[in-house]
């Protein structure tokens, strides 16, 4: 197959499972004695690819002491399963507001959790600061997703009523699916996220609705990304962005998967009138900029895409964080995908260049750029791509064959010999006559085009062929 036959992103932006019945089962673990405080000073400061949860003591103000800020760093800690995935630390104190983000830098925490409690209400403020790069692409999705609005530090005001066991349960829960979605490990996030919806207060203080709403907010979204870009379930994902956006309509976040889930479902009038909204509010937002394009090029309106893309790069280009350059790298990507369909081939393979410069290196961009440089006769730039995206996805027999074509039309005979016969055995590897079928087919045809191109090939071209028909029986 074709590296760009598969490879579409969404209109717009883009692992077992672990049971309820697992996540529920953490709950019911005999819990230890709490572990004692730690001094700041004591703290070692996350790795890498640490996921660091700070949980301070919450201050009393009134009814019976009890240290709700210990137990639910120890019912982390108690959820078995999930071990490995974070670490949690108790501080000795209650940091003040203006010392939170000096704390979250030294040690680089991704949550920082802090409270008061009295006889009847808890209160808590959750400070996450998400990781500087995109979750990682599932290992069968199309392309990354660019649903995520920003990566600034968000804080939320939270409350459970004093009188449940464990009442900052669903917080829990809503901390693990975290940890989880920033590693691309998205059914174990979904299971997190539903339960810790289930484990909401079913009753909220009007003077603390709000607050949180945008909380509530934050989980559907979360949700709704995972059932859209990530399992395609766009039905599903519109009615968790619908909901998300009702709870807080100053998410852009929220707006954006909305608008996204409208695109895919042939709405895209909907999803214009929506985001053109949204625009007052963001007037600064590429990713509004970006799905406009998205829209406008799929609607066949070459200009107006080409100028939205425009501001999207101007936008993103003067930043250099590293969340904006994958996202700059991402937009490059569909802008060279929307040449691609124009048949400007030359601008196309400029923009999945261009990607691939600013640190993007998924079999997406690989596969599109190599074939695009092979339909201009760039074979050793064919060649280099179309490589990468194989060892990437052994998997593959498209990709294996595209790879053998390329080395094939570059002159390296005996590379593209070996590199047939692979694809030929992986192919073979398919129980399904009419998969391993297509897979030939398609693998034929690519080298009947090029002996059109090519004739001075033709005699390794029909060589080769005799292999594929034998291999087809």
Same mark, same amino acid.
């Given at each position: 197959?074709?590296?760009?036959?598969?490879?579409?992103?969404?209109?717009?932006?883009?692992?077992?499972?672990?049971?309820?019945?697992?996540?529920?089962?953490?709950?019911?673990?005999?819990?230890?004695?709490?572990?004692?405080?730690?001094?700041?000073?004591?703290?070692?400061?996350?790795?890498?690819?640490?996921? &660091?949860?700070?949980?301070?003591?919450?201050?009393?103000?009134?009814?019976?002491?009890?240290?709700?800020?210990?137990?639910?760093?120890?019912?982390?800690?108690?959820?078995?399963?999930?071990? $490995?995935?974070?670490?949690?630390?108790? &501080?000795?104190?209650?940091?003040?507001?203006?010392?939170?983000?000096?704390?979250?830098?030294?040690?680089?925490?991704?949550?920082?959790?802090?409270?008061?409690?009295?006889?009847?209400?808890?209160?808590?403020?959750?400070?996450?600061?998400?990781?500087?790069?995109?979750?990682?692409?599932?290992?069968?999705?199309?392309?990354?997703?660019?649903?995520?609005?920003?990566?600034?530090?968000?804080?939320?005001?939270?409350?459970?009523?004093?009188?449940?066991?464990?009442?900052?349960?669903?917080?829990?829960?809503?901390?693990?699916?975290?940890?989880?979605?920033?590693?691309?490990?998205?059914?174990?996030?979904?299971?997190?996220?539903?339960?810790?919806?289930?484990?909401?207060?079913?009753?909220?203080?009007?003077?603390?609705?709000?607050?949180?709403?945008?909380?509530?907010?934050?989980?559907?979204?979360?949700?709704?990304?995972?059932? $859209?870009?990530?399992?395609?379930?766009?039905?599903? *994902?519109?009615?968790?962005?619908?909901?998300?956006?009702?709870?807080?309509?100053?998410?852009?976040?929220?707006?954006?998967?909305?608008?996204?889930?409208? #695109?895919?479902?042939?709405?895209?009038?909907?999803?214009?009138?929506? &985001?053109?909204?949204?625009?007052?509010?963001?007037?600064? *937002?590429?990713?509004?900029?970006?799905? &406009?394009?998205?829209?406008?090029?799929?609607?066949?309106?070459?200009?107006?895409?080409?100028?939205?893309?425009?501001?999207?790069?101007?936008?993103?280009?003067?930043?250099?964080?590293?969340?904006?350059?994958?996202?700059?790298?991402?937009?490059?990507?569909?802008?060279?995908?929307?040449?691609?369909?124009?048949?400007?081939?030359?601008?196309?393979?400029?923009?999945?260049?261009?990607?691939?410069? %600013?640190?993007?290196?998924?079999?997406?961009?690989?596969?599109? %750029?190599?074939?695009?440089?092979?339909?201009?006769?760039?074979?050793?730039?064919?060649?280099?791509?179309?490589?990468?995206? #194989?060892?990437?996805?052994?998997?593959?027999?498209?990709?294996?064959?595209?790879?053998?074509?390329?080395?094939? *039309?570059?002159?390296?005979?005996?590379?593209?010999?070996?590199?047939?016969?692979?694809?030929?055995?992986?192919?073979?590897?398919?129980?399904?006559?009419?998969?391993?079928?297509?897979?030939?087919?398609?693998?034929?045809?690519?080298?009947?085009?090029?002996?059109?191109?090519?004739?001075?090939?033709?005699?390794?071209?029909?060589?080769?062929?005799?292999?594929?028909?034998?291999?087809?029986?």
């Amino acid at each position: 197959m074709h590296g760009n036959d598969k490879l579409r992103l969404g209109v717009i932006f883009g692992g077992a499972v672990i049971s309820i019945a697992l996540l529920v089962a953490g709950v019911l673990l005999i819990r230890a004695a709490f572990s004692p405080v730690t001094k700041a000073r004591d703290i070692t400061p996350a790795g890498p690819d640490e996921f &660091l949860i700070l949980v301070a003591p919450f201050r009393h103000e009134g009814g019976e002491q009890y240290d709700f800020g210990a137990e639910l760093a120890n019912d982390l800690r108690q959820t078995s399963h999930y071990q $490995g995935a974070y670490r949690v630390e108790n &501080l000795d104190y209650a940091p003040p507001e203006k010392d939170i983000p000096k704390l979250a830098q030294t040690y680089r925490a991704r949550v920082i959790v802090t409270g008061v409690y009295d006889e009847r209400n808890i209160d808590a403020w959750v400070y996450f600061i998400p990781p500087d790069a995109l979750p990682p692409l599932a290992s069968d999705s199309e392309g990354r997703s660019l649903l995520i609005s920003d990566f600034a530090p968000v804080r939320y005001h939270i409350y459970a009523p004093r009188g449940l066991g464990h009442p900052l349960q669903y917080l829990q829960y809503w901390i693990i699916g975290q940890t989880h979605f920033w590693r691309g490990e998205y059914d174990e996030a979904l299971s997190a996220f539903e339960l810790s919806q289930r484990l909401l207060p079913t009753v909220t203080p009007v003077d603390r609705r709000t607050e949180m709403d945008r909380f509530v907010s934050s989980l559907l979204w979360a949700q709704g990304y995972i059932t $859209g870009p990530v399992q395609a379930d766009w039905p599903a *994902a519109r009615d968790f962005f619908y909901r998300s956006v009702t709870l807080d309509p100053h998410s852009l976040a929220a707006v954006l998967g909305l608008a996204a889930s409208l #695109a895919q479902l042939n709405e895209p009038d909907r999803a214009v009138d929506i &985001l053109q909204a949204a625009l007052r509010e963001h007037p600064n *937002a590429w990713q509004i900029y970006f799905a &406009l394009a998205e829209i406008k090029a799929q609607q066949g309106k070459r200009d107006e895409a080409l100028a939205l893309y425009e501001q999207a790069i101007g936008l993103l280009s003067v930043t250099n964080r590293p969340v904006d350059q994958q996202a700059l790298a991402d937009v490059y990507f569909n802008r060279g995908y929307y040449y691609y369909q124009q048949n400007d081939l030359t601008q196309a393979l400029a923009d999945y260049q261009q990607a691939l410069a %600013l640190g993007r290196n998924d079999v997406y961009l690989l596969s599109n %750029l190599g074939w695009t440089a092979y339909l201009l006769g760039d074979y050793e730039t064919a060649v280099e791509a179309s490589s990468k995206a #194989a060892e990437l996805a052994s998997n593959r027999p498209d990709l294996a064959f595209n790879k053998a074509l390329h080395l094939l *039309a570059a002159g390296r005979y005996d590379e593209a010999r070996q590199a047939y016969d692979e694809a030929i055995q992986l192919t073979l590897q398919y129980d399904d006559a009419l998969v391993r079928s297509t897979y030939f087919g398609v693998a034929y045809y690519d080298l009947q085009e090029l002996a059109a191109r090519r004739p001075d090939l033709q005699p390794i071209i029909s060589e080769i062929q005799e292999k594929i028909d034998i291999a087809n029986g």
